[in-house]
T-cell receptor
């Protein structure tokens, strides 16, 4: 089971770029890296997913180095509404069965005015 | 399309009682997973059901059980409630339960045990 390590918390200010790094040293060849965002009293929601190099969508960018032992979620020009907990997940989409996703505690991002 | 619906949203129970929580997945989704979320432990996996069969189970005591019906709706039951069972219980639905980017969560049921 892949294990991930993220900072427990981060602080930022409106308009800044925020980078959250996740370590996943035992990532397998077929593993994808996926990030979710969770607001208080809501369930997590999917943000972005990648396998290697860089992925960008309308919400964020995901940078994955060649060794794939870490990944960085980049949130451009954050606003107060980006205050949330961010989870990094690693897993094999082709796993036959019994994937026990390990969500961990995530990174609590606080955006200040 | 309708999202994942969890009922009830809030629940207060006393120790020793039992509780049943319900989750209606997105139409067409056959996998439903349940999680317990507490401030100190984060999101912890309870179990996953796919086509009415429990496909995976986390490390929770037997007091926690679940089932899935033919329409994919799922229920989880906690018997002999303990104070430590107070948590936000989340369910996530997905088409197959295989894609990491395919999980849609409900807003959860906040259970308070007094």
């Amino acid at each position: 089971l892949a294990k991930t390590t993220q900072p427990v918390s981060m602080d930022s200010y409106e308009g800044q770029e925020v980078n959250i790094t996740c370590s996943h040293n035992n990532i397998a060849t077929n593993d994808y890296i996926t990030w979710y965002q969770q607001f208080p009293s809501q369930g997590p929601r999917f943000i972005i997913q990648g396998y290697k190099t860089k992925v960008t969508n309308e919400v964020a960018s995901l940078f994955i180095p060649a060794d794939r032992k870490s990944s960085t979620l980049s949130l451009p020009r954050v606003s107060l509404s980006d205050t949330a907990v961010y989870y990094c997940l690693v897993g094999d989409p082709g796993t036959g069965n019994n994937r026990k996703l390990i969500w961990g505690l995530g990174t609590s991002l606080a955006v200040n005015p | 399309k309708a999202g994942v619906t969890q009922t009830p949203r809030y629940l207060i129970k006393t120790r020793g009682q039992q509780v049943t929580l319900s989750c209606s997945p997105i139409s067409g989704h056959r996998s439903v997973s349940w999680y317990q979320q507490t401030p100190g432990q984060g999101l912890q996996f309870l179990f996953e059901y796919f086509s009415e069969t429990q496909r995976n189970k986390g490390n929770f005591p037997g007091r926690f059980s679940g089932r899935q019906f033919s329409n994919s709706r799922s229920e989880m039951n906690v018997s002999t409630l303990e104070l430590g069972d107070s948590a936000l219980y989340l369910c996530a639905s997905s088409q197959s339960g295989r894609r990491l980017d395919g999980y849609t969560f409900g807003s959860g049921t906040r259970l308070t045990v007094v």
